[in-house]
């Protein structure tokens, strides 16, 4: 893995932070539409729920999905660069997105997917 820590050095300090950097990965988001079809996109992302966002963004805007089933329906990401494959349950992805409590780290991350699916930030 290609992590890339950042070094933050205080003045007056004996101590350096790091602050570690999740690697891009080339993944391959696969989701049924309403007719039972599978379809596939590649997408580069950081994180599990940002390829689900990402692969959902470009399913939604193709002529050929025939609409993408809410709630249990499952979107699977494979990883290509390491042959790993997720599960996410769509209901779980939107429960996920929709929470506002956490991690200022997982609080961005969660703004950060909204405005890839172009939802409004809940953060003031």
């Not at 089933?69 to 599960?87: F, K, L, R, W, Y």
């Not at 506002?100 to 997917?113: D, H, L």
Request: positive net charge; glycine residues 6%; hydrophobic residues 45%.
């Amino acid at each position: 893995m290609n992590f890339m820590p950042l070094l933050l050095w205080r003045r007056k300090s004996e101590y350096v932070s790091f602050i570690l950097v999740m690697p891009v990965r080339s993944c391959r988001v696969t989701i049924k539409d309403m007719d039972g079809v599978k379809h596939t996109v590649e997408v580069t992302a950081e994180t599990l729920y940002e390829a689900v966002a990402l692969g959902l963004v470009a399913l939604r805007g193709n002529d050929w999905v025939m609409g993408i089933a809410q709630g249990m329906n499952t979107v699977q990401v494979s990883v290509v660069d390491i042959p790993i494959e997720h599960s996410v349950k769509i209901k779980d992805f939107h429960d996920w997105l929709e929470r506002s409590t956490g991690a200022p780290r997982e609080i961005s991350k969660r703004t950060r997917i909204k405005a890839i699916l172009g939802l409004p930030s809940t953060q003031k």
